[in-house]
């Protein structure tokens, strides 16, 4: 069941106080979340995601404070959920967030349009080959790039998720996380623009390309 996939997948992760600048979804409580949304409704989300046959599973670098921080999922907001826009998943109708607007990640919206425009949605699983938030210390709702004893944490979650879908294929989104999945000696067929930072029109032009032409090459 999806349930046990994601228990066995966030037990992986060090509890604990494994280090300054880190926050894992599913262990920790963020002080900016609503009571109700703990690691138990972010574990539940996950599991919720994980429930499918997935053609595709799409891997970002780590977690965001817009984003999974708070979802519990790669690439996904607090107002995607909120409308409903995330597959599996009912539309939430209570606030996960005491922020005065629902975060929204900009990169997560674009991954999410392009996932219903080319039709594959049901059949994509998204995740990040370090699980855990890094952060810059003193400042919870930043972002950082993980250090490389950062990225060895998330290396056991990432292989148990690529044997748990043999035949998914796993499609790096950026280059930061082709590096880190290559370093692994995970197989990818393909790596994709990511969309931030002005490249939303080349990540779906690259989707486009692998799931429509079963193409498998970079758009730079």
């Known amino acids: 069941m999806s349930i046990d996939l994601a228990r066995r997948l966030v037990n992986t992760l060090p509890t604990g106080k494994y280090g300054l600048g880190l926050f894992n979804?599913?262990?920790?409580?963020?002080?900016?979340?609503?009571?109700?949304?703990?690691?138990?409704?972010?574990?539940?989300?996950?599991?919720?995601?994980?429930?499918?046959?997935?053609?595709?599973?799409?891997?970002?670098?780590?977690?965001?404070?817009?984003?999974?921080?708070?979802?519990?999922?790669a690439f996904t907001s607090e107002r995607l959920l909120m409308e409903g826009k995330i597959s599996r998943i009912p539309a939430i109708q209570d606030r996960l967030t005491k922020r005065k607007r629902p975060f929204s990640e900009p990169s997560a919206t674009i991954v999410w349009n392009t996932l219903y425009r080319l039709g594959i949605a049901e059949k994509t699983i998204l995740w990040n080959a370090v699980q855990l938030h890094p952060y810059k210390t003193g400042d919870p709702l930043s972002n950082r790039t993980p250090t490389a004893a950062e990225v060895a944490l998330g290396v056991p979650a990432m292989r148990m998720l690529v044997e748990a879908f043999p035949s998914a294929r796993i499609v790096a989104v950026g280059k930061k996380s082709e590096?880190?999945?290559?370093?692994?000696?995970?197989?990818?067929?393909?790596?994709?623009?990511?969309?931030?930072?002005?490249?939303?029109?080349?990540?779906?032009?690259?989707?486009?390309?692998?799931?429509?032409?079963?193409?498998?090459?970079?758009?730079?």
């Open 25 to 73: 979804p599913w262990a920790d409580f963020c002080p900016d979340d609503e009571s109700w949304n703990g690691p138990a409704a972010k574990l539940d989300r996950l599991a919720a995601h994980l429930d499918c046959s997935p053609e595709f599973i799409l891997c970002g670098e780590a977690p965001g404070y817009q984003g999974c921080r708070h979802s519990g999922i």
């Open 179 to 220: 590096g880190l999945l290559s370093s692994l000696g995970i197989s990818l067929a393909a790596t994709v623009r990511h969309p931030a930072n002005g490249g939303s029109v080349l990540f779906s032009q690259s989707m486009e390309y692998l799931v429509l032409k079963g193409k498998t090459r970079l758009i730079e």
